[in-house]
């Protein structure tokens, strides 16, 4: 372990971090190395059963009583993970500033929708931003805008470790890459120690607080839900991770098992080759992890002292200035299985609604969605359940170059699928239905006229509209 005996010399080096996350880093290097990583032995995984991943109808309902309602959400945290930022969308600064729908942001939806909680019920629900080094600078600027509401924001940094030079193995800050790109946030995994040096978890038991509730900033579907948090205050679970039904769009995502008596996160990295295509399978494994997890908070104290978050190391290949580095991160969904009475809730899809790319922007942006204080409510009107499938050309992957490109958004309540190519141009008060493929040949602008009403049509030129 010569290795790791250089490295620890060098990381003690470092001036930019602090103890814990010096702790923390050679702590995952040195459960990397040492290869313990659980190996899965694919016949002794059951599917779990409705005890284990609770169907959400079966849920009892919320109480009535708006006092009994105050006391349930005054046991809340909501924390959000913002330490992502906005570049595959060609934006700057934190993903969470990037506007959704009628000029407000995600975390302006955020703030919205927990201040009419709060106002509702005369409860304090506290909202926590994790930040990265990368996004902790231009949110405490956008947080400020908020200091007039009924909310208390609260915002922590995850950890920053150092990447490792594949070659020697030496993290990259100590030799001479002093800027950002010498470092990395190791996963979402890293919540629960992070919450927890940074003063904020001791703070939140000593005021009451019970449950946080985890999830993506870009998942507009994760709003407060009351039966959920109800229920696991009831059972005493530690841990809950919501699940959704699984559709073909989906089957990367990881997957609940029963293994060995305890529920756990299986994830396509985990899995054999030769069970790749089982794991993708709709049939055998029906649900994936939506990233909305409920936690208790006493919980995570005890599991964080006592060191036995061991979660799957992820290792994350990558290049900096042509070197190649490692980064090891961690998945919160994946600590499950350390959690006693961990239950997965099955809900229904629209507690998923990503904004990864801006073809989930046209969606969230149309008349398929409404937006109702602060919550995106999907139009009633659509008959099917499944959102249409929406393939935008790179011309279109810049949010800037999206929005200049639709006059007005098209309707698309009985669109089932639009894949766009090329440069396409589109008016104001089009109506887009069934399947619409639009392709401007090369070199050719093509503009789809204000109103014109596509209905399954090929579109190649001016001549097919």
Known sequence: MEKLEHLKSAVAALSEISENEKNGFINLVSRYLSGEAQHIEWSKIQTPTDEVVVPYDTLSPSPDDPAETKKLLDKLVVLKLNGGLGTTMGCTGPKSVIEV???????????????????????????????????????????????????????????????????????????????????????HGDVFPSLMNSGKLDAFLSQGKEYVFVANSDNLGAIVDLK????LVQNKNEYCMEVTPKTLADVKGGTLISYEGKVQLLEIAQVPDEHVNEFKSIEKFKIFNTNNLWVNLNAIKRLVEADELKMEIIP??????????????????????FFDHAIGINVPRSRFLPVKATSDLLLVQSDLYTLVDGFVIRNKDRANPTNPSIELGPEFKKVGNFLSRFKSIPSIIGLDSLKVTGDVWFGAGIVLKGKVSIAAKPGVKLEIPDGAVIENKEINGPEDI
């Not at 208390?152 to 150092?162: D, L, M």
């Not at 030079?165 to 990395?184: I, M, N, T």
């Not at 042509?322 to 998945?331: N, S």
Request: with cysteine; net charge neutral.
């Open 101 to 187: 729908r009628n000029g407000l942001t995600f975390l302006d939806l955020i703030v919205i929708q927990i201040e009419n909680l709060n106002s509702k019920y005369g409860c304090n629900v506290p909202l926590v931003l994790m930040n990265s080094f990368n996004t902790h600078d231009d949110t405490l600027k956008i947080v400020d805008k908020y200091s007039n509401s009924n909310i208390e924001i609260h915002t922590f940094n995850q950890s920053q470790y150092p990447r490792l030079v594949v070659e020697d193995f030496a993290p990259l800050p100590s030799k001479g890459q002093h800027g950002k790109d010498g470092w990395y946030p190791p996963g």
């Open 228 to 231: 959920i948090l109800n229920h």
């Open 316 to 337: 994350n290949p990558k290049e900096v200035n042509g070197i190649k580095v490692l980064q090891l991160e961690t998945a919160a969904g994946a600590a499950i299985r």
